[in-house]
């Protein structure tokens, strides 16, 4: 069946370091992979996705890594800042309509100033 | 863009009392996505909708959710009767056919 999980609960950092926020997932037929960012008291913000086609994607300060082989994701957060303190949810989609989205169990990064 | 809007953003009720939350998506969504966040099972999906249509409800957890979209700029998710298991964040999420989900504040429901 399909699932998403994390390898990490919580992540604590140095202002300033990069961070690194892993996710295992489980369902090779998954098309997507998306990263949301979830700030305390708000809902789920995407961040950056990256297509099953694809090993690497980069956007603002953040890359996603996509290894297939071992169905592993990674989240990387180039010099952290405080207010990248949240709760990161790795999430997949079997299509490419982005509708069904299975959702991992999160990681909590506190970054410390 | 006011973004997703729920309400109520918070609620409390008593075991056995019904509980309707609201969700206004984004204008021109045409997608709308119902979730409900608990620290033990995580995000998961309940129900979405494709231009009003209900698509998918294999995450409505009992008979005693309900949900509805009438319209495209409303949508009602209903719990009846409420329990203390029910408790939990319910998120509504809508999408434009782009990338993302856009995701509301929440409701916290509270069954004591």
């Known amino acids: 069946g399909e699932s998403v999980g994390l390898h990490l609960p919580t992540l604590s950092v140095q202002e300033g370091d990069n961070s690194i926020i892993n996710c295992a997932y489980s369902n090779s037929a998954s098309d997507y992979f998306i990263w949301y960012k979830q700030e305390s008291g708000k809902g789920p913000q995407f961040i950056i996705d990256?297509?099953?086609?694809?090993d690497k994607r980069q956007g603002q300060r953040v890359t996603v890594l996509l290894n297939k082989t071992v169905k592993h994701l990674s989240l990387q957060i180039a010099a952290t800042q405080p207010g990248d303190s949240a709760v990161y949810f790795c999430?997949?989609?079997?299509?490419?309509?982005?509708?069904?989205?299975?959702f991992g169990t999160g990681t909590r990064l506190l970054v410390s100033p | 863009d006011a973004g997703v809007i729920q309400s109520p953003r918070h609620e409390v009720t008593e075991m056995g009392q019904e509980v309707t939350l609201r969700c206004k998506p984004i204008s021109g969504h045409n997608s709308l996505f119902w979730y409900r966040q608990t620290m033990m099972r995580g995000l998961e999906l309940l129900i979405y909708f494709n231009n009003n249509v209900p698509i998918d409800d294999s995450g409505m957890p009992e008979d005693r959710f309900s949900a509805k979209m009438p319209n495209a700029s409303f949508s009602t998710l209903k719990i009846q009767p409420s329990e203390p298991r029910d408790s939990a964040v319910y998120f509504c999420?809508?999408?434009?056919?782009?990338?993302?989900?856009?995701f509301g504040p929440g409701t916290r429901l509270t069954v004591t």
């Open positions: 999430a997949e989609t079997p299509n490419t309509g982005f509708q069904k989205l299975v």
């Open positions: 990256i297509r099953s086609n694809m």
């Open positions: 999420a809508s999408n434009g056919g782009g990338r993302e989900q856009y």
